[in-house]
């Protein structure tokens, strides 16, 4: 029992402007508009039909009633000063709790009383946010609601967002259904955490829109990456969801130097959870460079991609990361590539050879120069140690880098490499020489036989 439900309803609901008296005038007794006498008594739209308005308004009370109606009223108006001329929840969904009610369009206006009101707007009366809906027969399409009277934070913050002009249904398109939002950390809220992936691939998941916005389509990638796992199959609260990088309401281009996908300000947006690697980041050369400007060196991303993050320890990890510090250390990759470590892992795919950063680490990398280096003169023996356990003194001599083209820097291999090829090339000549003279005597023998036999 509510307590609009003693009030006659013409004083709940002021009519319309613009409506004739006699629109309002059906029946023959004050009604309290009690909901379930609502939808009992009063015929109630069907599919695809109008609603008849007039049946929703009252006719006038007799007079003795009119009194006793006024006194309540008065009684009513001192306890709960202004929610009385908004319209309870009840009456609305005594229309629109029916699955079948639609608008003129055929679609559908129906509300999930239930839904509502166990969601986090459930303290909020209809006309909260229904503002222009003032009473009943309501206008065919009350105005747009507006999250901003309430939500101004929020709203300010998607100004001047990525998503300010591009997503047309405003708020909704991250929090779904209007009447079935949550709060942020209940697991059927469109924008928990477990659930942020989902809500944004409904964009960035679509082929179409990747293409009409020249946007990569990250979502499936993101899914298939040891965060999506975590996120999707894990339920890892903590793991990285689109959120965790992006922001929520102020997600800015990566190309905006305010942005925390922004390159220089990718190390502090992974470093929010992987504070250890962060700071041995900062501690080695590529860090150091980053922090003071140089944006040729790597970032996180650089190595490990935004979307696609795998497992180092896989195999499709250690394989693809040398071409990665290739890219950039080109001269180096060359002469690693020469090296049985790389030979054995490009030709025969083999995975636990030695990569770059087996030898020089991952983040805290450093010149050779630095006693720290685990390259440096004084640690080869315990980083070479890693993998060949019999390493000393004499088998750290071995060059992870020998260039043999160059005579400066290694000219014994130059000279091998020099005589290796000298050889290689006189031995080739010599058999050339020889088969091409042996041809030609074959030929000749071939010829002579051939005049002699007719
Ligand atoms: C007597 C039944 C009835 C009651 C009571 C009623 N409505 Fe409606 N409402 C309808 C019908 C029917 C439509 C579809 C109008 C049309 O034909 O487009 C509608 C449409 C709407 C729409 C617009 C949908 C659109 O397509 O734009 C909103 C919003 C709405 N109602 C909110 C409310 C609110 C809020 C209340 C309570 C204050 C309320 N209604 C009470 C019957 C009702
Ligand atoms: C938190 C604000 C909020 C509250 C509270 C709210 N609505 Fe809505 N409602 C919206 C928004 C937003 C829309 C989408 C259309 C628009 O922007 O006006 C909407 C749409 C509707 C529609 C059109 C059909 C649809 O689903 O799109 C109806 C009918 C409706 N609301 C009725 C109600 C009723 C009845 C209640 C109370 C039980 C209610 N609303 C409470 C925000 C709200
Ligand atoms: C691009 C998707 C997106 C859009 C568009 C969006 N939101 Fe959000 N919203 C989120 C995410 C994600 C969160 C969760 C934030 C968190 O967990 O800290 C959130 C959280 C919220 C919260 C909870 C408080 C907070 O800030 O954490 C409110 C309130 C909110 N949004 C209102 C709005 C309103 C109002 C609009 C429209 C002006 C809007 N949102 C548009 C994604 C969006
Ligand atoms: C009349 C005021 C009002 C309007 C209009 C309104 N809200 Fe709310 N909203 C609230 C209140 C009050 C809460 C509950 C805050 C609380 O419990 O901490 C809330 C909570 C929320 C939350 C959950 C916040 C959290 O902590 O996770 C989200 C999301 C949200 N609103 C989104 C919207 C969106 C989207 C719209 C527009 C469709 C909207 N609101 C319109 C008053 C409003
Ligand atoms: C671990 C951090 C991280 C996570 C998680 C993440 N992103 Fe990104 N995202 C980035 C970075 C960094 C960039 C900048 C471009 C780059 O490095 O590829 C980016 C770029 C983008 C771009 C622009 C791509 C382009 O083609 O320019 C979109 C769209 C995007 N992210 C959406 C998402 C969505 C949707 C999710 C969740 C499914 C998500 N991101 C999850 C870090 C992340
Ligand atoms: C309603 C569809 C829609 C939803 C939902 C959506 N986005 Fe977007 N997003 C877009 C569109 C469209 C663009 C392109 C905007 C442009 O370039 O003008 C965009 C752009 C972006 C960009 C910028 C890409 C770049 O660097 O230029 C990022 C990052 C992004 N979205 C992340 C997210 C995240 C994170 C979420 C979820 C919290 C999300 N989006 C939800 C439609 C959506
Ligand atoms: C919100 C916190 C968070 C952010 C931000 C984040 N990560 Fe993660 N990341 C995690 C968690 C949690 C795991 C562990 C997942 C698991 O083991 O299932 C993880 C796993 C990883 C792994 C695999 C580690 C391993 O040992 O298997 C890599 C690599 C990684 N993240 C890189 C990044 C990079 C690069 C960024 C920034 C672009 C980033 N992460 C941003 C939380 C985060
Ligand atoms: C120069 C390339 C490069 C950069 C830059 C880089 N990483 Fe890595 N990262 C790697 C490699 C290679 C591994 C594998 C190391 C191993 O297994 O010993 C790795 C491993 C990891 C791991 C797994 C745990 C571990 O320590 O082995 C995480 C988490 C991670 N990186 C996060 C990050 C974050 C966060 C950043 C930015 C602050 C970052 N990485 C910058 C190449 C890089
Ligand atoms: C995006 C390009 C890029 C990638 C990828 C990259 N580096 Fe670098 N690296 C640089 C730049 C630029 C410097 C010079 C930094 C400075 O001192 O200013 C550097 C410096 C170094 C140094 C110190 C050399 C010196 O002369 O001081 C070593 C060692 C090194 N990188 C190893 C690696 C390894 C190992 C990887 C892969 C795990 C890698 N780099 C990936 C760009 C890159
Ligand atoms: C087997 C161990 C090992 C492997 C694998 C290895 N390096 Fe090295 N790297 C060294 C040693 C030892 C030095 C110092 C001696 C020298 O300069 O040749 C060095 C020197 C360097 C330097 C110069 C450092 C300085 O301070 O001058 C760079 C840059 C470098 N390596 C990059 C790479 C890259 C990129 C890869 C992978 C393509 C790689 N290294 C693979 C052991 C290795
Ligand atoms: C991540 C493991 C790993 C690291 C670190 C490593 N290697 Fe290797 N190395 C291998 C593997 C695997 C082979 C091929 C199998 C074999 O013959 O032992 C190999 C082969 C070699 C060979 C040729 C075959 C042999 O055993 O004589 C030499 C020489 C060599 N490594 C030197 C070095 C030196 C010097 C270092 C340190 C600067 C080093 N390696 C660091 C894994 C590693």
Known sequence: ???????????????????????FRRGNASRMLEPGQLSAGIELPRRGRRLNRGTLNCARPAAGWKMLAAGIFVLLVLSLPCALYAA???????????????????????????????????????????SSVKGFPHPDHPAAVQCTTCHADQT??????????????GCLSCHGSPHAIFPKDDARSAVYPLNIPRTCGTCHGSERLAKKYGLQNVYSVYMDSIHGYAVSKEGLLVAANCMSCHGSHHILSHKNPKSPTYKAN?????????GGVNDEYLGGVHGKAVASGNMKAPVCT??????????????????????ICGSCHQGRFATYGDTFHSQLGLLGGYVQTARCWDCHGAHEILPASDPRSPVAPGNLIKTCGKCHADANASFVQYQPHANPRNRRLNPALYYIRLFMNLLLWSVLGFFALHTLLWFIRSKREQDRNGHAGR
Do not use: W, Y
């Open 266 to 274: 990718i190390p502090a947006t992974c470093g929010t959870c992987h």
């Open 88 to 130: 309870n929840n009840a009456d609305c969904l005594a229309c629109h709790a029916d699955k079948t009610l639609q608008n003129a369009a055929g679609k559908s206006v129906a509300v999930d009383g239930d839904t509502f009101h166990a969601s986090v707007h459930s303290g909020l009366s209809c006309t909260d946010c229904h």
């Open 302 to 323: 650089d190595c490990h991609t935004a979307h696609a993050i795998l497992q180092p320890t896989l195999a499709t990890f250690r394989m693809q990361s040398t071409p």
């Open 156 to 169: 300010k913050g998607l100004e001047g967002s990525v998503h300010a002009a591009a997503s047309p249904g």
């Open 1 to 23: 029992m509510n307590l609009f439900s003693f009030v006659p309803a013409r004083f709940l609901h002021s009519s319309p402007a613009g409506r004739g008296p006699d629109e």
